[in-house]
């Protein structure tokens, strides 16, 4: 009976066993680990843009202006003097074709210029009236001299009528070498002898189609008379030209000069901007004076003398 009891009991021990392991004081649990940190995508800081550095400033190629102008300006030395300034202001290289008024005005009609300085009045108005130019202005003047050799076979030495000069050449039949290029000079010619009723002609009438220094220095090889404009004539004289002035002063022997910009529809090739910027620059008053002191140091005078608008308006007198 007590080995029943003791049977019974064993069973009961293993049982509370069993329940106080399933409703006793609960297993310790493992804490959790720390929660992971998601890791932050870091902030782009923005690194500091670097400053470009100044430009290295390269100057821009240089720009091309045409020039047809007469041999006057070229010969007498005057655009040496003055061009200097106007490319150094403007970055420009001045491309100067030196040839008659006539050719100079042919260059401008037909687009092969951008800029004229030449010196007949009538083919000037004529350029513009036709629609070839879109601008023109008073530049400056000087006039006109008869030369020839210090023996005066003609006699005209000391007149101051060019008609009466060219009356007497003609009728001794003295040399004259004329330019007979069409230029400002040759017009000029032309006008005195139309004006003496005179058609010259003749072994004594020598056309020679050059410029003028080359017609001075033609004259002055054969003894011959011909009409110069003053500023080349006394450039020339330097070189030792032998010629002396023999009539001068005559109204008739006048000669403006006037400066003329190219209509820009001749092709876009034109530049109308730097024309514009020429003819501005050479009416200034700083390149008036230039001109005006041109060949005072030489020669005791002015070659040319201004007589652009805005030197006018600076002098109204006329004195200076």
């Known amino acids: 009976m007590w080995k029943k009891a ?18 006793g004081t609960p ?42 102008t007469t041999t006057s300006t070229q010969d007498s030395g005057l655009l040496d003097v003055i061009l200097p300034d106007f ?29 004229l300085l030449v010196h007949t009045r009538a083919q000037e108005d004529a350029f513009m009236e036709a629609g070839h130019g879109v601008r023109r202005e008073d530049v400056m003047y000087n ?36 330019r007979g290029d069409d230029s ?28 003028m220094g080359a017609v001075l220095t033609m004259a002055d090889e054969q003894q011959a008379y011909t009409l110069s404009d003053r500023a080349t004539y006394l450039a020339r004289t330097l070189e030792g030209l032998q010629l002396e002035i023999l009539a001068e002063g005559d109204p008739l022997l006048f000669n403006p000069y006037g400066v003329l910009a190219v209509n820009p529809d001749k092709g876009p090739h034109i530049k109308a901007d730097l024309a514009n910027a020429f003819i ?13 002191q041109f060949g005072v140091d030489k020669f005791g005078q002015s070659l040319f003398v201004p007589n652009a608008a805005p030197w006018r308006a600076a002098h109204p007198s006329g004195a200076d």
């Open 6 to 23: 003791l049977a019974l009991l064993s069973v009961l021990v293993v049982l509370g066993g069993v329940l106080a392991g399933c409703g």
């Open 143 to 178: 006039d006109f001299i008869i030369v020839g050799p210090a023996s005066d076979p003609a006699g005209i030495k000391g007149g101051t009528s060019a008609v009466e000069a060219f009356q007497k050449i003609a009728q001794t039949q003295s040399p004259f070498i004329s």
């Open 184 to 211: 400002g000079t040759h017009s000029k010619e032309k006008s005195i002898w139309k004006a003496a009723e005179i058609e010259p002609a003749g072994d004594w009438y020598i056309s020679a189609g050059q410029g």
């Open 280 to 292: 501005e620059w050479i009416i200034s008053v700083p390149t008036q004076e230039k001109i005006g």
């Open 87 to 115: 490319q150094q202001q403007y970055n420009v290289q001045v491309d100067v074709v030196a040839v008659g008024t006539g050719q100079a005005i042919k260059l401008g009609e037909d687009g092969n210029a951008d800029v």
């Open 27 to 68: 297993p310790v649990t493992q804490a959790p680990p720390e929660p992971t940190a998601v890791p932050v995508e870091p902030t782009q800081v923005p690194q500091p843009t670097a400053v470009p550095a100044e430009p290295t400033a390269v100057p821009a190629e240089p720009g091309t202006l045409i020039l047809a």
